[in-house]
C-alpha cells in the first residue's frame, strides 16, 4: 500500500490514475476535502493532495483526467464556477480554472471528451448560446475557443467519441434533422465538415468507438437496410463504406470490444448461427471471417463487459467453451488458433494491460477476489498478491501500468480501499529442475544482501541480484 489517505479502515477511493511526467495524479477522497485531485510518486511521503478545487467538504466532481505535453487536463467544478476545463502541473499553484465557458455557476462541459491534435487539446462543451460544440484550447483563457456551431443555434450537436486519423479529428455529430452523422475536423470552422450521413433515413443510435489502423478508423454503426454492421473511414466520404454485413439483412450484429490487432481489427459480434463470437478483418469483406466458434452452436463464446486487451500479437479474453465450470475461462488468440491460459476456479473478472501480460481480478476459491497475472501461459498465470490475506477480498481496480509498475486501487480490511502499488520486476519465474549452487552474502544479515545463481556452464559464471531481509 502506498499510503492509508483515509486512516482506518474508511476508503479514499482513489481512482482515474494518469501518469504526468513520471509522477501519478488521481483522484481520493477525505473527510476534509471530499473527492479531490491527488499526486503520489510511489512512497508515502511522495503522496499528498495536490488542491482542494471546491474548497472544504464538497467534491470537487473530477472527470475525463487526460494528460498531454507534461500537463494534466480534466473537468472539475470548484463551487463558483460551475463543471469546466481545469489543468494541473501537479502543484497547488498550476492547478488553475481555463476558462469559465458559460460564466457563473452553470456547467461549461458536459462532460469533456479531451483529446489532442496537432499541440491543441479539443473537447466537448456547452453554452446558452450555442448549445453543446466543438471547442479547443492551448491551455490558455484566451485560447479556449469554439472551433464550430455544428448545429445552428441553441440546439447542441451532442459530439461523442473523438479519434485523430491521417491529421485530423473525426466524430459523431448531430446537425439539424440528419441525426448522427460522421464529421472531421482540422481544428479550424471551415475545415469542420460532413463526412458522410450513414443513413439519410434512419438516424443511428447505435455508434460506437473508433479504433485505427494504419490511417483507417474502424466502427460499429447502423443504416436502415443492414442494421448494426461494422464501418471504416479515412475521413472523406468516398473512404467511407460498410465492411461486411455480418448478420443479413435488417437485423444488427450489435459489435464490441473491438481492439486493435496486427494490421487489423478484432471484435465480438452476434449471429443466429453461433451467438457471439470473435470476428477478424483486414478491412476488406472477404478479409472479415470468424475466428472461431468458440462456444459451439448459436451460445455466446465471449464474454462481455471484460475488457480484452491485446498483447503483443495475442488478444486475451475472458469467454466460455461450453466445457467451464463456472463458466468463464481466460483465453488468447492471434486471430487464428484460440486457446485456453486458465479457468480460475471460483471467478476471473475485467483485465488490464500491465508488466508484459495481464492482470485481473481472479478469485481461487480460497483467497477471495484477488490480484492475478498472467503472460499467456497456464504455468505463468497465479495470484500476484493475497492483498487481503486469508478469505478476504481486495477487489482490485483502476490500473494504471507506467512501464516500471503497476499503480491500482485495492482494499483490506484494516485499510478500507486505498491505493497501492507493485513493481514490475516481480514478474519473471523460472522452473528448475535441480536446486542450484545458491550464494548468498553475507550472513548473517539485515537489510540489502547478494544473491548470486549459475548463469552458465563456465567457471565463475554466474548472475547476481540484491534483495532486502527483513
Not at 120 to 146: K, N
Not at 424 to 434: D, K
Amino acid at each position: 500500500m502506498i499510503l492509508d489517505i483515509n486512516p482506518g479502515s474508511s476508503s479514499s477511493l482513489p481512482s482515474r490514475f494518469v501518469d504526468v511526467n513520471g509522477d501519478i495524479l488521481f483522484i481520493a477522497s477525505t473527510p476534509a476535502a471530499g473527492a479531490e485531485l491527488w499526486r503520489t510518486d510511489g512512497t508515502p511521503t511522495g503522496t499528498h493532495l495536490v488542491k482542494d478545487i471546491w474548497p472544504g467538504q464538497p467534491q470537487s466532481s473530477l472527470n475525463w483526467l487526460t494528460a498531454f505535453d507534461g500537463t494534466l487536463f480534466f473537468t472539475a467544478d470548484d463551487g463558483v464556477h460551475g463543471y469546466e476545463l481545469w489543468k494541473s502541473d501537479g502543484s497547488e499553484a498550476g492547478t488553475v480554472l481555463i476558462k469559465d465557458i458559460d460564466p457563473g455557476p452553470n456547467n461549461g462541459l458536459y462532460p469533456g471528451l479531451i483529446t489532442e491534435l496537432g499541440g491543441l487539446v479539443y473537447f466537448r462543451a456547452d453554452e446558452p448560446i450555442t448549445g453543446q460544440e466543438l471547442w479547443r484550447t492551448d491551455g490558455t483563457e484566451a485560447g479556449t475557443v469554439m472551433v464550430k456551431d455544428i448545429n445552428p443555434g441553441s440546439t447542441s450537436s451532442d459530439i461523442s467519441q473523438m479519434i485523430v486519423v491521417n491529421g485530423q479529428m473525426l466524430f459523431w455529430a448531430v446537425a439539424d434533422t440528419n441525426g448522427w452523422t460522421l464529421w472531421r475536423s482540422d481544428g479550424t470552422e471551415t475545415g469542420t465538415v460532413l463526412v458522410k450521413n450513414i443513413d439519410p433515413v434512419f438516424a443511428p443510435s447505435a455508434l460506437r468507438a473508433f479504433y485505427e489502423v494504419n490511417g483507417v478508423a474502424y466502427f460499429f454503426a447502423a443504416d436502415t437496410i443492414h442494421g448494426g454492421e461494422l464501418w471504416r473511414t479515412d475521413g472523406t466520404e468516398q473512404g467511407t463504406w460498410m465492411v461486411k454485413d455480418i448478420r443479413p439483412d435488417s437485423a444488427s450484429s450489435w459489435i464490441s470490444e473491438m481492439r486493435v490487432l496486427g494490421d487489423g481489427v478484432i471484435f465480438s459480434a452476434f449471429t443466429d448461427a453461433h451467438g457471439r463470437e470473435l470476428w477478424l478483418s483486414d478491412g476488406t469483406e472477404q478479409g472479415t471471417q470468424l475466428v472461431l466458434d468458440l462456444y459451439p452452436g448459436p451460445e455466446d463464446g465471449t464474454i462481455g463487459l471484460y475488457n480484452p486487451v491485446v498483447v503483443g500479437d495475442w488478444l486475451y479474453f475472458v469467454g466460455n467453451d461450453g466445457t467451464l465450470q463456472p463458466p468463464l475461462g481466460l483465453f488468447k488468440t492471434n486471430g487464428t488458433a484460440i486457446s485456453m491460459i486458465t479457468d480460475v476456479p471460483n471467478g476471473i473478472g475485467s483485465l488490464t494491460l500491465g508488466c508484459g501480460g495481464v492482470f485481473f481480478d481472479g478469485h481461487d476459491g480460497v483467497n477471495g477476489w484477488e490480484l492475478w497475472y498472467s503472460n499467456g501461459t497456464p504455468d505463468g498465470t497465479y495470484m500476484a498478491a493475497d492483498i487481503n490475506t486469508g478469505l478476504g477480498t481486495s477487489h482490485p481496480n483502476d490500473f494504471l501500468d507506467d512501464g516500471e509498475r503497476l499503480i491500482f486501487s485495492a482494499s483490506t480490511s484494516a485499510n478500507g480501499d486505498e491505493p497501492w502499488i507493485l513493481p514490475c520486476s516481480f514478474v519473471g519465474t523460472e522452473e528448475l529442475n535441480q536446486m542450484p549452487d545458491l550464494i548468498i552474502a553475507p550472513v548473517p544479515s539485515r537489510g540489502l544482501v547478494s544473491i548470486e545463481l549459475p548463469r552458465g556452464d563456465g567457471p565463475g559464471d554466474r548472475g547476481s541480484r540484491t534483495a532486502w531481509v527483513a
